[in-house]
Protein backbone atom coordinates (compact mmCIF):
# COMPACT_ATOMS: atom_id res chain seq x y z
CA UNK A 1 0.00 0.00 0.00
CA UNK A 2 1.85 3.25 -1.29
CA UNK A 3 1.25 6.53 0.73
CA UNK A 4 2.19 8.89 3.18
CA UNK A 5 1.91 8.21 7.22
CA UNK A 6 2.11 10.40 10.11
CA UNK A 7 2.19 9.33 13.68
CA UNK A 8 0.32 10.26 15.89
CA UNK A 9 -2.68 11.36 15.10
CA UNK A 10 -2.84 13.30 18.60
CA UNK A 11 -0.17 14.67 20.51
CA UNK A 12 -0.13 16.64 23.66
CA UNK A 13 2.91 18.86 24.69
CA UNK A 14 3.03 21.16 27.90
CA UNK A 15 4.26 24.73 26.79
CA UNK A 16 8.18 25.12 26.35
CA UNK A 17 8.80 22.00 25.42
CA UNK A 18 10.08 20.59 21.41
CA UNK A 19 8.21 18.48 19.96
CA UNK A 20 8.95 16.05 16.63
CA UNK A 21 5.74 15.20 13.97
CA UNK A 22 6.93 11.93 11.77
CA UNK A 23 6.12 11.82 7.94
CA UNK A 24 7.35 8.88 6.24
CA UNK A 25 6.41 8.68 2.19
CA UNK A 26 6.88 5.43 0.38
CA UNK A 27 5.58 6.89 -2.91
CA UNK A 28 9.12 7.17 -3.86
CA UNK A 29 8.32 10.92 -4.36
CA UNK A 30 11.28 13.92 -4.17
CA UNK A 31 9.32 16.10 -3.07
CA UNK A 32 7.85 16.92 0.99
CA UNK A 33 5.81 19.81 2.07
CA UNK A 34 4.82 20.67 5.95
CA UNK A 35 1.43 22.60 6.10
CA UNK A 36 -0.37 23.81 9.00
CA UNK A 37 -4.24 24.05 8.97
CA UNK A 38 -6.20 26.31 11.12
CA UNK A 39 -9.76 26.95 11.35
CA UNK A 40 -10.89 29.85 8.50
CA UNK A 41 -6.79 29.74 7.29
CA UNK A 42 -6.82 27.29 4.87
CA UNK A 43 -3.33 25.41 4.26
CA UNK A 44 -0.53 27.56 5.33
CA UNK A 45 2.89 26.11 4.26
CA UNK A 46 6.14 25.65 7.16
CA UNK A 47 8.79 23.74 4.51
CA UNK A 48 9.40 22.34 1.46
CA UNK A 49 12.21 19.77 0.34
CA UNK A 50 12.95 19.05 -3.29
CA UNK A 51 15.37 16.19 -3.04
CA UNK A 52 17.34 15.17 -0.16
CA UNK A 53 19.93 16.95 2.31
CA UNK A 54 17.89 19.97 0.81
CA UNK A 55 14.88 22.11 2.00
CA UNK A 56 13.29 25.79 2.03
CA UNK A 57 10.98 27.71 4.48
CA UNK A 58 7.48 28.43 3.49
CA UNK A 59 5.58 31.16 4.28
CA UNK A 60 5.23 31.02 7.99
CA UNK A 61 8.39 28.62 9.13
CA UNK A 62 9.49 30.80 12.21
CA UNK A 63 9.72 28.07 15.08
CA UNK A 64 10.06 25.29 13.11
CA UNK A 65 12.69 23.18 11.59
CA UNK A 66 13.08 19.88 9.49
CA UNK A 67 15.20 17.65 8.39
CA UNK A 68 15.73 15.58 5.35
CA UNK A 69 18.38 12.73 6.00
CA UNK A 70 16.29 10.23 3.80
CA UNK A 71 13.92 10.79 1.02
CA UNK A 72 10.98 8.52 2.34
CA UNK A 73 11.50 10.70 5.63
CA UNK A 74 10.82 14.95 6.18
CA UNK A 75 10.46 14.92 10.20
CA UNK A 76 8.87 18.70 12.05
CA UNK A 77 9.92 19.84 14.69
CA UNK A 78 7.80 22.42 16.42
CA UNK A 79 10.42 24.57 18.98
CA UNK A 80 9.21 26.17 21.92
CA UNK A 81 9.64 29.26 20.01
CA UNK A 82 6.63 28.83 18.47
CA UNK A 83 4.17 31.29 19.55
CA UNK A 84 0.65 29.26 19.17
CA UNK A 85 1.73 25.65 17.72
CA UNK A 86 -2.04 24.28 18.71
CA UNK A 87 -2.74 23.59 15.27
CA UNK A 88 -3.58 20.57 12.65
CA UNK A 89 -0.45 19.43 10.78
CA UNK A 90 -0.39 18.43 7.64
CA UNK A 91 2.54 16.25 5.56
CA UNK A 92 2.45 15.97 1.76
CA UNK A 93 4.59 14.44 -1.32
CA UNK A 94 4.73 14.96 -4.79
CA UNK A 95 6.61 13.64 -7.68
CA UNK A 96 8.42 16.83 -8.21
CA UNK A 97 8.37 20.89 -7.91
CA UNK A 98 5.51 21.72 -11.03
CA UNK A 99 3.76 18.58 -10.28
CA UNK A 100 0.11 19.61 -10.06
CA UNK A 101 -0.91 17.01 -7.25
CA UNK A 102 -0.22 16.42 -3.81
CA UNK A 103 0.15 13.67 -1.68
CA UNK A 104 -1.25 14.03 1.79
CA UNK A 105 -1.16 12.39 5.24
CA UNK A 106 -3.89 11.64 7.58
CA UNK A 107 -2.59 14.63 9.54
CA UNK A 108 -1.46 15.23 13.31
CA UNK A 109 -3.44 17.25 15.95
CA UNK A 110 -1.05 18.81 17.79
CA UNK A 111 -2.11 20.33 21.48
CA UNK A 112 0.25 22.71 23.39
CA UNK A 113 -0.68 23.65 27.15
CA UNK B 1 -5.51 41.09 -1.17
CA UNK B 2 -4.90 36.98 -1.01
CA UNK B 3 -3.72 35.69 -3.82
CA UNK B 4 -6.58 33.16 -3.67
CA UNK B 5 -10.07 33.94 -2.33
CA UNK B 6 -12.46 31.02 -1.41
CA UNK B 7 -15.89 31.45 1.03
CA UNK B 8 -15.49 29.46 3.62
CA UNK B 9 -19.24 28.45 3.79
CA UNK B 10 -20.56 26.52 5.17
CA UNK B 11 -22.95 26.06 2.37
CA UNK B 12 -25.77 23.34 3.62
CA UNK B 13 -27.89 21.56 0.93
CA UNK B 14 -30.70 19.54 0.63
CA UNK B 15 -29.72 15.69 -1.28
CA UNK B 16 -30.21 15.87 -5.19
CA UNK B 17 -29.58 19.82 -4.98
CA UNK B 18 -26.44 20.89 -7.75
CA UNK B 19 -23.62 22.41 -5.70
CA UNK B 20 -21.64 25.52 -6.97
CA UNK B 21 -18.08 26.08 -4.87
CA UNK B 22 -16.18 28.56 -6.62
CA UNK B 23 -12.34 30.67 -6.20
CA UNK B 24 -11.23 34.04 -7.48
CA UNK B 25 -7.69 34.94 -7.93
CA UNK B 26 -5.07 36.95 -8.41
CA UNK B 27 -2.13 36.09 -10.04
CA UNK B 28 -2.41 35.11 -13.73
CA UNK B 29 0.81 33.11 -13.37
CA UNK B 30 -1.07 30.32 -12.24
CA UNK B 31 -1.61 27.57 -14.50
CA UNK B 32 -2.93 24.66 -12.87
CA UNK B 33 -5.96 24.68 -11.27
CA UNK B 34 -6.71 21.78 -8.63
CA UNK B 35 -10.33 20.98 -6.54
CA UNK B 36 -9.16 18.89 -2.93
CA UNK B 37 -11.53 17.44 -1.24
CA UNK B 38 -10.99 17.36 2.60
CA UNK B 39 -12.76 14.92 5.19
CA UNK B 40 -13.27 16.07 8.73
CA UNK B 41 -9.60 15.25 10.84
CA UNK B 42 -8.25 13.39 7.91
CA UNK B 43 -5.99 14.41 4.92
CA UNK B 44 -7.18 16.35 1.43
CA UNK B 45 -7.60 14.13 -1.79
CA UNK B 46 -7.18 15.69 -4.80
CA UNK B 47 -10.75 15.50 -6.82
CA UNK B 48 -10.16 16.97 -10.23
CA UNK B 49 -7.78 19.52 -11.71
CA UNK B 50 -7.63 21.46 -14.94
CA UNK B 51 -4.70 22.85 -17.11
CA UNK B 52 -5.30 26.38 -17.85
CA UNK B 53 -9.01 27.82 -18.96
CA UNK B 54 -12.17 25.55 -20.14
CA UNK B 55 -14.34 22.75 -18.30
CA UNK B 56 -13.68 18.40 -17.10
CA UNK B 57 -16.15 16.44 -15.94
CA UNK B 58 -15.91 13.18 -14.13
CA UNK B 59 -19.22 11.78 -13.13
CA UNK B 60 -21.63 13.85 -11.24
CA UNK B 61 -18.30 17.01 -10.49
CA UNK B 62 -17.50 19.41 -13.51
CA UNK B 63 -14.43 21.83 -13.09
CA UNK B 64 -14.54 24.93 -14.60
CA UNK B 65 -11.55 27.73 -14.99
CA UNK B 66 -12.68 30.93 -16.46
CA UNK B 67 -8.53 32.51 -16.93
CA UNK B 68 -10.10 36.09 -18.42
CA UNK B 69 -12.24 36.43 -15.34
CA UNK B 70 -9.83 34.77 -12.90
CA UNK B 71 -12.63 32.66 -11.35
CA UNK B 72 -12.76 28.97 -11.02
CA UNK B 73 -15.78 26.93 -10.19
CA UNK B 74 -16.88 23.50 -8.71
CA UNK B 75 -19.94 21.84 -9.61
CA UNK B 76 -21.53 18.68 -7.75
CA UNK B 77 -24.95 17.05 -9.58
CA UNK B 78 -27.13 15.00 -7.70
CA UNK B 79 -25.48 15.89 -4.10
CA UNK B 80 -24.94 13.13 -1.68
CA UNK B 81 -24.73 13.32 2.16
CA UNK B 82 -21.30 11.18 0.98
CA UNK B 83 -20.23 14.84 -0.45
CA UNK B 84 -20.21 16.53 2.87
CA UNK B 85 -16.83 17.54 3.34
CA UNK B 86 -14.53 20.70 2.97
CA UNK B 87 -13.44 21.66 -0.46
CA UNK B 88 -10.22 23.12 -1.09
CA UNK B 89 -9.09 24.86 -4.61
CA UNK B 90 -5.42 25.30 -5.08
CA UNK B 91 -3.37 26.66 -7.90
CA UNK B 92 0.00 26.25 -9.17
CA UNK B 93 2.43 28.31 -11.43
CA UNK B 94 5.11 29.99 -11.81
CA UNK B 95 6.78 33.74 -12.08
CA UNK B 96 9.73 34.28 -11.41
CA UNK B 97 9.36 32.17 -8.35
CA UNK B 98 7.19 28.88 -8.29
CA UNK B 99 3.77 28.94 -6.24
CA UNK B 100 1.52 26.15 -5.04
CA UNK B 101 -1.41 27.95 -3.34
CA UNK B 102 -4.35 26.49 -1.68
CA UNK B 103 -7.92 28.46 -0.38
CA UNK B 104 -9.12 28.55 2.58
CA UNK B 105 -11.81 25.72 2.21
CA UNK B 106 -15.82 25.66 1.80
CA UNK B 107 -17.08 23.73 4.28
CA UNK B 108 -20.32 21.99 2.61
CA UNK B 109 -23.08 19.70 4.39
CA UNK B 110 -25.73 17.97 2.23
CA UNK B 111 -28.71 17.26 4.17
CA UNK B 112 -30.52 13.49 3.94
Known amino acids: DGGITQSPKYLFRKEGQNVTLSCEQN?????MYWYRQDPGQGLRLIYY???????QKGDIAEGYSVSREKKESFPLTVTSAQKNPTAFYLC????????????FGPGTRLTVT | QKEVEQDPGPLSVPEGAIVSLNCTYS??????FMWYRQYSRKGPELLMYTYSSGNKEDGRFTAQVDKSSKYISLFIRDSQPSDSATYLCAMEGFSGTYKYIFGTGTRLKVLA
Open chain 2, 27 to 32: NSAFQY
Open chain 1, 92 to 103: ASSLGQGSYEQY
Open chain 1, 49 to 55: SQIVNDF
Open chain 1, 27 to 31: LNHDA
